[in-house]
T-cell receptor, first 111, second 113 residues
């Protein structure tokens, strides 16, 4: 089945220790998104790639970065995680920015 | 600024007790309204897209409707497996090339057996 895959599902890191979250998709969608979702809150868009074009939301913290080496993969790098960055990180994809399909998420814990 | 408000925040139903969830929105020209289901610890699962007032979509026990200011998700004779958080999101015509979604905070539905 075509799908959006996120690894790892659970990630524990230490305060200030860089971490990378991974997303891959077999849907061949050209748009990929990264969202942050904290408990009982709406998903918050961090950034997206439309094909190779990167778009950063205005209020995304500077220590959050992303890479998209090819159509299928996208990475979220958090350079110096703080306690406030503990959250569920969701990857989503769409074809030409129509319906978005989400992966299962990565739960990040910062100690 | 686009805004989405969902009500109620939480809803408890007995199995078989039909009800509706509300999503009120303000957006600078609606391109689409989306409903998602989210189970605890998982990513949102796409349910429906609605594009114009008067449109309706159905899937099993769920029916989504759209007016110019709000959308309803009607749940008919719910079962315990319908328990989840239901998220509503809007996409504005002016939301940029990737047509970003603005999400509501969701309605947490619990269906008791």
């Amino acid at each position: 089945d075509a799908m959006v895959i996120q690894n790892p599902r659970y990630q524990v890191t230490q305060f200030g220790k860089p971490v990378t979250l991974s997303c891959s998709q077999t849907l061949n969608h050209n748009v990929m998104y990264w969202y942050q979702q904290k408990s009982s809150q709406a998903p918050k868009l961090l950034f997206h790639y439309y094909d190779k074009d990167f778009n950063n939301e205005a209020d995304t913290p500077d220590n959050f970065q992303s890479r998209r080496p090819n159509t299928s993969f996208c990475f979220l790098d958090i350079r110096s995680p703080g306690l406030g960055d503990a959250a569920m990180y969701l990857c989503a994809t769409s074809r030409n920015a129509n319906e978005q399909f989400f992966g299962p998420g990565t739960r990040l814990t910062v100690l | 600024e686009d805004q989405v408000t969902q009500s109620p925040e939480a809803l408890r139903l007995q199995e078989g007790e039909s009800s509706s969830l509300n999503c009120s929105y303000t957006v600078s020209g609606l391109r689409g309204l989306f409903w998602y289901r989210q189970d605890p610890g998982k990513g949102p699962e796409f349910l429906f897209t609605l594009y114009s007032a008067g449109e309706e979509k159905e899937k099993e026990r769920l029916k989504a409707t759209l007016t110019k200011k709000e959308s309803f998700l009607h749940i008919t004779a719910p079962k315990p497996e319908d328990s989840a958080t239901y998220l509503c999101a809007v996409q504005a015509r002016t939301s940029g090339s990737a047509r970003q979604l603005t999400f509501g905070s969701g309605t947490q539905l619990t269906v008791l057996p």
